[in-house]
Each structure stands twice: as structure tokens, then as C-alpha cells.
């Protein structure tokens, strides 16, 4: 699929909505431009698979998402059964799928993916800023709370990837950090970094891993959240609520996030 100007289109596979052929071997390619990455969101998935209990996509129907990593393709997500698959994002503007139905049923209809080609990195909150590879701002003169994610989200984020999170509030404002959903994978670490200044602040370290709902607040009216993932293995991302407040005034958490942590908890990265 080239990007020849239709910046989306639909994929299915073979006679869908009916049942695809046994025997089905396709290969589907992704060619985008630039800054592109290439986005794919399941809107259906039933593939044929042994009733025998297994999660196990070998040797089973399965569709496999290949991405390029030092001029070789490498596998990063296998799907099979009928769980309707996360976003999947490219870590450039090439993707590779492929497609192999070895059986059928009637009931096995294949899939129907969305794909799209992408520079904004499935991040659909604040104001972009081109000049940077992957950065995005946010004034409490344009909205006093909203909500942050890593890219494709909920999928699991790209790879070679770092996204900058910028908040401008004002002189008297301070800003605040909810994070709902924390998955950063911590081996040859991924990471979320947090720093009062455009520069790095040695007041946070770098934080990854799986963790509980936790708060983070600056010191005065900028804040930078910063996320950088390697060429390695992927977790989900994390999902945060943010708010400016008013530097005099407390946080009010609900009562759901009474059990919440603050960041000094956090597994520090290196």
C-alpha cells in the first residue's frame, strides 16, 4: 500500500465479510513518506483456531506485523483467535503484514483493518508542533485539563521513538498529573521522564515498568514530560489527566484515587 496521496484506506483479507480460503497466504506491504508512520486499528477479527484453550499464535491462523529494525524485518506483534487486536504503529514509514489461513470455517470471516498514515503519532490531544520529530503543547489558555497519552495508545507504542509533552500555564498557575495507566517496559529501559525546565531536572530520574496510578505536580507553570522507547521490546504506554492549578491551591483527589501513589514510589530507570 503506497501512500500516493490517500493518506487512509480499508484492508481486508480474502472474501471477507466471508470466510476467507483454507491454504491463504497474503502479503500485505506499507510504504509511507517522511515522517510517516503507519497506523493499522482492527474493526473486525475472527480467525479460525483449535478448540483447544491455546493463546499460542504458532501454527495456527494468524496475521504478523513485521516492522524494519537495522535494515532487517523483525516480527513485533502476532495475532490469532477472535480478540479484536490493539493500534499497531510502525517505527517508520514501513510495515509489513502478513497473512497465512492454513484452515477455515464459515464462521472464520478474517479481518477488516483501518490504516492510515500518520505524523501525529496517534496522539490526538494538544497542539503539535512540526518543527520537532514528536512533540506536542499545551496552554491552560486553550484548555485548563484534558488528558495525555503515549503514542497509539491504547496499542502498544512504537519503537525509536521519543515524544516531548509540553504545559504552559499561567504565572500563577502550577501543573498537575494523574497517571491512570503506567506499562513503560523497563529491560534495556524505555522510559518517562518528568523536568521543570526544557533541559533535564535533577530533581526526577527516569521512571518505566508497570505501575499503580500515581500523581506527579511542577514547581511553577512549565512542565515537560518526556517518553523514549528503543528498538526493543514494547508495552502499552501510560494515559495521564492533566490540570493547571493555581500554585496556592491543593490537589483534590477523588475518592478512587485514594489508594494512588506519588512519584518517589516509581521504579527509577537508568
Keep these: 500500500m503506497l501512500n500516493d496521496g490517500s493518506k487512509h484506506g480499508t484492508l481486508t483479507s480474502p472474501h471477507y465479510p466471508l470466510a476467507y480460503p483454507s491454504n491463504t497466504h497474503c502479503h500485505y506491504e506499507f510504504f509511507g513518506r517522511g515522517k510517516e508512520r503507519v497506523r493499522l486499528i482492527f474493526q473486525d477479527f475472527i480467525l479460525y483456531k483449535p478448540p483447544d484453550g491455546s493463546t499460542d499464535c504458532t501454527n495456527v491462523d494468524s496475521l504478523q506485523a513485521f516492522i ?6 523483525e516480527n513485533v506483534a502476532s495475532f490469532c483467535g477472535v480478540n479484536l ?3 499497531v504503529m510502525s517505527n517508520g514509514p514501513k510495515l509489513m503484514m502478513e497473512f497465512r489461513g492454513t484452515q477455515s470455517s464459515r464462521q472464520a470471516r478474517g479481518f477488516k483493518i483501518s490504516y492510515s498514515f500518520v505524523e501525529n503519532f496517534g496522539i490526538t490531544t494538544g ?3 512540526k518543527e520537532f520529530p514528536c512533540a506536542f503543547v499545551y496552554n491552560s489558555s486553550e484548555a485548563h485539563n484534558g488528558t495525555i497519552a ?3 495508545s491504547p496499542g502498544a507504542y512504537p519503537r525509536d521513538t521519543e515524544c516531548s509533552y509540553f504545559f504552559h500555564g499561567g504565572q500563577t498557575e502550577k501543573v498537575h498529573l494523574h497517571f491512570t495507566h503506567f506499562d513503560v517496559e523497563g529491560v534495556s529501559p524505555d522510559y518517562v521522564e518528568f523536568s521543570n525546565y526544557i533541559t533535564e531536572d535533577s530533581r526526577y530520574g527516569r521512571y518505566c515498568g508497570q505501575q499503580k ?3 506527579v505536580e511542577s514547581e511553577r507553570n512549565f512542565f515537560k514530560v518526556t517518553f523514549r522507547s528503543n528498538d526493543r521490546l514494547d508495552g502499552t504506554g501510560f494515559k495521564a489527566i492533566y490540570q ?3 500554585v496556592s491551591d491543593e490537589y483534590q483527589a477523588p475518592i478512587s484515587d485514594l489508594g494512588s501513589s506519588v512519584i518517589p514510589y516509581y521504579h527509577l530507570c537508568n
Design 68 to 73: 524494519s529494525v537495522d535494515g532487517r524485518l
Design 244 to 246: 493547571f492549578l493555581e
Design 213 to 215: 496510578e500515581f500523581h
Design 150 to 152: 503515549s503514542p497509539n
Design 127 to 129: 497542539r503539535q508542533l
Design 85 to 87: 487486536p490493539k493500534p
